[in-house]
C-alpha cells in the first residue's frame, strides 16, 4: 500500500502552528501525486521537500536559518532502500533545492556526501541552476539572528537543563515513502541551526543519522538537535526498533527516549514501514506533521 508521511521540523510551540498547515498540506499532495501515478518513492519524497524547500515559512531552502556571520549554509540528504543508494550535500549555499542536488549525488552514484565548493562545482557540472545565496536570506531569519545575537553575547547556543536548545521554532523538512513496487524512500533538507558556526554539519546532511530507508524494513526523517542525532545514529537506530518491535509509532516513539536520554536532545522522526504503515514521535511542543495513503480522501495534518 503506498504511503507518505511528512514533517515539517520539530521545535518550540508557536502562536499560530496553522501558518504550517498550506505548506504541508502541498508537500504531502506533491509526494502523494508521484505515488498515486505509479511513481517511484524516491520522486515522491524528493517533490515533498521540495515543496517545502521552495516554502520560506520552513528552515530549508528559502527562509533557512542564518549562521553566526549572517550566511545561509544548507544540508540535505535522500536514500532509496532496495539498494541502499544515497546522495547527500552539506553547507551548500548556491542551489535554491538542495534535496535536488543530494539527488543527484545519488544518480550519479560515485560518492555519497560532497560539501561546500565541491558541492558547488558538482551542481553546475550536473547542470542545476546557480542561485544567489542572497536570495535565499529572509527578512524573518535576519531578525532571528538580530535577536539571538542580543540574547546570547558570545553567541552561545542558549540549553534549557535538560540539554535542548530553547526557543527553536520548527522547520527541518523530511519526508519518507513506500511506493506501489515496495520500494521506501526517504529525505530531509535544513538549513541547520540559527547561529551555528560556518561550516557546521549537521544530522540532515549524514545517512544513517538524519534519514536512512531499507525497502525491508522502513524509511526515517529525522529533526531537532543535530549533535544529539548524530550521537545516537538515530535515523538507523529507529530502524532496528522497528525491526524488534514491527510497529511504527512505537518505533518513533522509543527513538525519540533515545535521543533524549542517551543523545540529551530535543527532536523528531517519522517512520514508514515497508508495508506503508506510518509512525511519529517528538520531544517538542510542536512538529507539524502531515500524511496520506490510498484510504485517504485529503492528507491528514494532525497538529
Ligand atoms: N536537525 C537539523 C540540524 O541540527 O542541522
Known amino acids: 500500500m503506498p504511503s507518505i508521511i511528512v514533517h515539517g521540523g520539530a521545535g518550540a510551540a508557536v502562536a499560530d502552528a496553522d501558518e504550517f498547515r498550506p505548506g504541508m498540506r502541498a508537500a504531502v499532495s506533491a509526494g502523494w501525486a508521484v505515488l498515486a501515478g505509479g511513481g ?20 530549508a531552502g528559502r527562509g533557512a536559518v542564518l549562521t553566526e556571520d549572517g550566511t545561509v549554509e544548507m544540508d540535505a540528504s ?11 550535500v552539506g553547507a551548500v549555499s548556491r542551489v535554491a533545492n538542495p534535496i535536488t542536488l543530494a539527488r543527484r549525488v545519488l544518480d550519479d552514484s560515485r560518492h555519497v556526501l560532497l560539501v561546500a565548493h565541491g558541492a558547488h562545482a558538482f551542481a553546475r557540472a550536473a547542470g542545476l541552476p546557480e ?27 542558549s540549553r534549557t537543563p535538560g540539554g535542548a536548545r530553547s526557543g527553536t521554532l520548527p522547520g527541518t523538512v523530511g519526508a519518507t515513502a513506500l511506493d506501489r513496487h515496495g520500494t521506501v524512500a526517504a529525505a530531509t533538507s535544513t538549513g541547520g541551526m540559527l547561529g551555528k558556526r560556518p561550516g557546521r554539519v549537521g544530522d540532515s546532511a549524514l545517512i544513517g543519522c538524519g534519514t536512512y530507508a531499507d525497502s525491508s524494513l522502513g524509511g526515517v526523517s ?16 529507529a530502524l532496528e526498533y ?13 527513538s525519540v527516549d533515545l535521543l533524549v536520554e542517551e543523545g540529551r536532545g530535543e527532536g523528531g522522526l517519522i517512520v514508514v514501514d515497508w508495508r ?28
Open 40 to 59: 517511484r518513492a524516491l520522486d515522491a519524497v524528493e517533490a515533498a521537500v521540495r515543496s517545502l524547500e521552495d516554502d520560506e515559512r520552513f528552515n
Open 78 to 88: 535522500i536514500m532509496e532502500g532496495d539498494r541502499l543508494g544515497c546522495g547527500a
Open 131 to 157: 542561485c544567489d545565496p542572497a536570495s535565499l536570506i529572509t527578512e524573518r531569519q535576519r531578525r532571528r539572528l538580530a535577536e539571538r545575537r542580543a540574547a546570547t553575547p558570545g553567541n552561545t547556543p
Open 222 to 237: 529525522c529533526t531537532g538537535d543535530g549533535e544529539a542525532i548524530i550521537r545516537v545514529v538515530l535515523a538507523r537506530r
Open 242 to 254: 522497528l525491526k524488534e518491535a514491527d510497529d511504527p509509532d512505537y518505533a518513533a516513539k522509543v
Open 276 to 303: 506503508g504503515r506510518i509512525g511519529y514521535a517528538h520531544s517538542t511542543p510542536l512538529m507539524p506533521v502531515g500524511w496520506m495513503t490510498p484510504t485517504l480522501g485529503e492528507p491528514a495534518l494532525p497538529f
